[in-house]
C-alpha cells in the first residue's frame, strides 16, 4: 500500500468516528481532508504509479468514503463518477480542480 493511500485511510478513520454520518457533515469533510490529500498525488500517476494496482489502491479510499456516509451505501461507484467528485483518474488526465464546487452540488441534488 503506498503512503499516501496509507494518510487517506487514517483521515478517513477519523472522518468515520464522527457522531454523524449525513452526507452533509461526511462530503465536505472528504473533500477538505482525503481528496485534497489524495489530490497531491494524482500528478504522479503518470509517472510512478502506472501500475493498474496502485491506482486501485488509491480508488478503494474512496469506496471506502461511500461505505461510511448514510444514503450512498445503494449507490454504485460508477454513478458517483458521473458527477466527478469521485474521479480522481480524471483529475490525472488534465481535469484540472476547477469547478469542484459544483461537482459538489451536483452530487447532492443526485442524493435527493
Known amino acids: 500500500m503506498c503512503s499516501s493511500s496509507k494518510k487517506a485511510n487514517s483521515i478517513l478513520g477519523c472522518i468515520k468516528s464522527v457522531a454523524s454520518r449525513s452526507r452533509e457533515v461526511t462530503i465536505p469533510l472528504y473533500s477538505a481532508l482525503v ?31 461511500i461505505k461510511i456516509m448514510k444514503g450512498l451505501q445503494h449507490l454504485s461507484y460508477e454513478s458517483l463518477n458521473e458527477v466527478s467528485l469521485f474521479s480522481l483518474e480524471k483529475r490525472s ?20
Open 93 to 112: 488526465l488534465g481535469g484540472g480542480g476547477e469547478g469542484e464546487g459544483e461537482e459538489n452540488k451536483e452530487l447532492i441534488r443526485l442524493l435527493q
Open 35 to 65: 481528496r485534497s490529500h489524495l489530490e497531491c498525488w494524482v500528478n504522479f500517476w503518470t509517472s510512478q504509479y502506472k501500475k493498474k494496482k496502485d491506482m486501485d489502491i488509491l480508488d478503494h479510499v474512496q469506496q471506502r468514503t
